[in-house]
Structures are given as C-alpha cells and as structure tokens.
C-alpha cells in the first residue's frame, strides 16, 4: 500500500492542474493561481514521500512529469495567451481570424512548449539529483500565476502597467522559456545537512524569501524567482573562480 503513497500526491497534482486549466480558460486566473500552488505542494511532496518511504521507482518519475506538465505547463501557457490576448483582440474575443494582431497571443503558448522540453531532458538527464540544470517549471509557473494576481491586488500602477504591456509579457515568455531550457546551474532546496557554513546561499535566499512574502505580497513571487536565479549565477561564479 506505501507504494502507492507517493503516487496519489502526485495525481493530486495533476488534479490540480486540471481544475487550474479549466479555471485559466474561462479567465478566473485568481482561483487557477491557488489550484497551481495546491498542485505544486502535491508536487513537493510526492517526492518527499516517496524518499520517506523508499519506494522511488521510474513509474512515479513519469508520472511526476506528466502531471507537471499540465500544472506548471499547461496552465502558465494558458495565462500567458490569456494576459497577451487580452491587449490584442479584448478579453471576451476568442480569436476569428489568422492575421498578425491575432496571432500575437499564441506567442504565451511557447512557455508549454519550453516546459514540456525541459520536463523531457530532466527526465534523462542524471545531473539534476542535488540541484538544477536550468530553471525548473514549477518556478516558472510560479511567476507567470502571481502577473494577474499583481494586477488584481497591487495598487502600484508602474507594476500593473507594465504587466499590461505586450513588449513585457512577451519578453519575459521568451526569457523564461530559455531559463527553463539553458545550461544553467540552479541550487535546489535540498539539504545534505544544516550546518550554515555549507548552505549559506540556501539560507540566505529563505531570509530574503521570507522577507520579501511578508513586505510585498503577491509582488514578491516574481522578485523570488528572480533572486533565486541571480544567487546561483553569484554562487556558480565564485565557485569557478576558487
């Protein structure tokens, strides 16, 4: 029966990500947002399940990726069309006619494609045991979610603008696709053990984390990630430089 544990956590996110799917569609990205971050738990603790229990085996691996595909793929795609679309054609417009204005929004749908990709080269790559080659989708996903969730409860009106602007919301599509994707050593969140001196960079990002959630809210998810990825590049060039 324990088997089967890490297995149900794990089509619990793909439950998840389904309920979020059919959510981003009909345009209630708030809701879709914290279906994702449910799934994303589910997804964390899958894998924490399955090392408990010692019961890792390639059927849970796959699964983990196809589940991941539809939440931290899948819905960020949808969002993405969704938030481009809704500056091309109106919000309520489904698209009518293949001409460049309305080709725009299928731009958002290249994040599916890039996390798709990267969920297959994890999938066959052995390097990525203690950390990440590349950043991983459900980071990914986590900054896509929190745009719309900016724009719902942020008052900052340089923010929200910028959200709204097609330039923005394409180019950060194309960056993260290629951060997903790059080669690009990220540090996980695993611990070996808890002695400071080891994991000074790890402890450092959960501060500054912890800080930035408490102070700025939604705002904080995209800063995060982003955070997350410049401390890496820090952490790698000093590394390369002893």
Avoid: W
């Avoid at 439950?15 to 997804?43: H, K, M, Q, Y």
């Amino acid at each position: 029966m324990k088997k089967h544990i890490p297995n149900l956590l794990t089509l619990g996110n793909l439950f998840c990500g389904t309920i979020a799917t059919i959510l981003a569609v009909n345009n209630n990205f708030v809701s879709a947002g914290l279906f994702v971050v449910l799934g994303i738990f589910f997804d964390f603790f899958d894998g924490f399940a399955a090392r408990l229990l010692n019961v890792s085996g390639e059927l849970g691996k796959q699964l983990d990726s196809l589940a991941d595909m539809v939440t931290s793929g899948v819905v960020p795609g949808i969002i993405m069309f969704k938030l481009i679309g809704d500056k091309v054609i109106g919000s309520d417009t489904f698209i009518d006619e293949f001409n460049l204005p309305t080709i725009i929004p299928f731009v958002g749908l290249i994040l599916t494609l890039g996390a798709c990709y990267r969920l297959a080269k994890f999938n066959i790559d052995t390097r990525q045991s203690e950390s990440f080659i590349g950043l991983p989708t459900p980071a990914m996903s986590l900054f896509v979610i929190s745009l719309p969730l900016i724009l719902e409860y942020s008052d900052l009106e340089f923010v929200n603008d910028l959200i709204r602007n097609n330039y923005f919301l394409i180019t950060i599509t194309l960056l993260l696709t290629y951060l997903m994707n790059a080669e690009l050593p990220l540090f996980s969140l695993k611990f070996k053990n808890y002695a400071i001196k080891n994991n000074i960079v790890k402890y450092l990002f959960l501060l500054i984390s912890i800080i930035m959630i408490i102070s700025l809210q939604y705002l904080s998810i995209p800063l995060i990630i982003t955070i997350y990825v410049l401390l890496s590049l820090i952490s790698n060039s000093k590394k390369a430089s002893i």
